[in-house]
């Protein structure tokens, strides 16, 4: 009873910006930590940002300085603001929430994981 979806890739060019979005829906009753993860051309899923549901931040390496990730806890949703995108930030973006969600009587933590979508830069 819980969805995940991301929305915002697109194709771009070098230097340009990107504001991905992914919200969570359903019998929520709270989102633990929310995370983004990209999957590169024949690379493995790996995790670009993370945040906690106070707003603790961390991120990848590659991606400090120019990536931010921020939440929106009344609307069960988490961004991530790319900036100067590099064609090596090329991949699938999958959004990931650690959920407590119900299910009849019951209360369920489960990871749930989005569709993805596509951001491709271009040279």
């Known amino acids: 009873q819980v969805q995940v979806v991301e929305s915002g890739g697109d194709l771009v060019q070098a230097g340009g910006s990107l504001r991905l979005s992914c919200a969570v829906s359903?019998?929520?009753?709270?989102?633990?930590?929310m995370n983004w993860y990209r999957q590169g051309p024949g690379k493995e899923r790996d995790v670009v940002a993370t945040?906690?549901?106070?707003?603790?931040?961390n991120y990848a390496d590659s991606v400090k300085g120019r990536f931010t990730i921020s939440r929106d806890n009344a609307k069960n949703t988490v961004y991530l603001q790319m900036n100067s995108l590099k064609p090596e930030d090329t991949g699938v973006y999958y959004c990931?929430?650690?959920?407590?969600?119900?299910?009849?009587?019951?209360?369920?933590?489960?990871?749930?994981w989005g569709q993805g979508t596509q951001v491709t830069v271009s040279p």
């Open positions: 359903g019998s929520i009753v709270s989102i633990n930590a």
């Open positions: 945040i906690t549901r106070a707003g603790t931040t």
């Open positions: 990931n929430a650690d959920v407590w969600y119900t299910e009849g009587r019951n209360r369920l933590l489960r990871n749930y």
